[in-house]
């Protein structure tokens, strides 16, 4: 089991990372409850000097919020 992060992009949640464990054979993307209770969904994988960071997508999220984030 690996450990993975992730960045919550929209909702009230913006741009909070966090990490979870993730079985490397997964077939399955990384999803989160925010704490509005909204589901967000693996949108995009980022890799960069700090490693491998998922872009979880809350639904309110907005375009802009989303190219900013996977910009950064």
């Known amino acids: 089991m690996e450990h993975i992060e992730y960045i919550i992009v929209g909702g ?11 079985q490397a054979d997964s077939p399955m993307l990384p999803a989160e409850a925010a ?3 909204l589901i967000c ?3 995009a994988r980022r890799h960069g000097s700090q490693g491998t960071r998922y872009l979880l997508l809350h639904p309110q999220a907005t ?3 989303f190219l900013t984030m996977l910009a950064a």
């Open 12 to 22: 009230p949640q913006h741009g909070s990372i966090s990490r979870g464990p993730r």
């Open 35 to 37: 704490c509005d209770g």
């Open 41 to 43: 969904r693996a949108a």
């Open 63 to 65: 375009g802009e919020q």
